[in-house]
């Protein structure tokens, strides 16, 4: 097993197979946030958070049309069942300790995307001979730095007093949130021959 991407292409790109698997991923992940952001927006902001919600929704949908654009898609027929368990995984958990739905939204929102952002660390695994004007090297590395920007986000409102009183259900949701994605991104990375290191 290897610890990067590649062996890359004869003319220094990463292999459409590769790319296509991880860009799935990601679009996946990314597109999930993207649709339960625009689900979970009120029709007026009551509270600062809400418009934070907003900010990020854009950020996600930006995430998803720049992978769309810079992969090298392939058909890859291990993507159905794949695809399946990954939106599986992004769904709503109940927090039954929290009352307040759009609360509970905003949490399981956190918690996911911090996962993912925390999570996944695509640029990461790029080989250092990668070409830097491939495209989908330069996607996986702004993904990687936006990522960066966006968790300053989720960790003010996880970590804010509006939810000190539910602190123990978000850290059990936040672990969960994290033991989850890590485990499809290791699953998707082994199916195409990558140990990552923890």
């Given at each position: 097993m290897s610890a990067?991407?590649?062996?890359?292409?004869a003319d220094g790109r990463l292999p459409p197979g590769q790319q296509t698997r991880v860009g799935a991923l990601l679009v996946s992940a990314h597109g999930a946030l993207a649709r339960q952001y625009a689900l979970a927006l009120?029709?007026?902001?009551?509270?600062?958070?809400?418009?934070?919600?907003?900010?990020?929704?854009y950020r996600e949908?930006?995430?998803?049309?720049?992978?769309?654009?810079?992969?090298?898609?392939?058909?890859?027929?291990?993507?159905?069942?794949?695809?399946?368990?990954?939106?599986?995984?992004?769904?709503?958990?109940?927090?039954?300790?929290?009352?307040d739905d759009a609360r509970a939204q905003a949490?399981?929102?956190a918690t996911l995307a911090h996962a993912v952002h925390a999570g996944i660390r695509p640029a990461a695994l790029l080989?250092?001979?990668a070409k830097a004007d491939?495209?989908?090297?330069?996607?996986?590395r702004r993904i990687e730095f936006e990522s960066g920007r966006l968790l300053q986000a989720q960790i003010l409102f996880l970590k804010g007093p509006d939810l000190l009183p539910y602190r123990d259900a978000?850290?059990?949701?936040?672990?969960?949130?994290?033991?989850?994605?890590?485990?499809?991104?290791?699953e998707m990375l082994a199916s195409l021959g990558i140990h990552i290191r923890e």
């Open positions: 990067f991407l590649g062996p890359l292409e009120p029709a007026r902001f009551d509270a600062a958070w809400q418009t934070e919600l907003n900010a990020q929704l949908s930006e995430i998803v049309s720049l992978l769309a654009r810079a992969t090298a898609w392939i058909p890859d027929l291990a993507l159905g069942p794949m695809a399946v368990s990954w939106e599986m995984a992004w769904l709503p958990e109940p927090m039954e300790a929290i009352a949490i399981h929102l080989p250092t001979e491939d495209p989908f090297v330069a996607a996986l978000v850290s059990a949701a936040l672990e969960r949130r994290h033991r989850e994605v890590r485990k499809l991104w290791r």
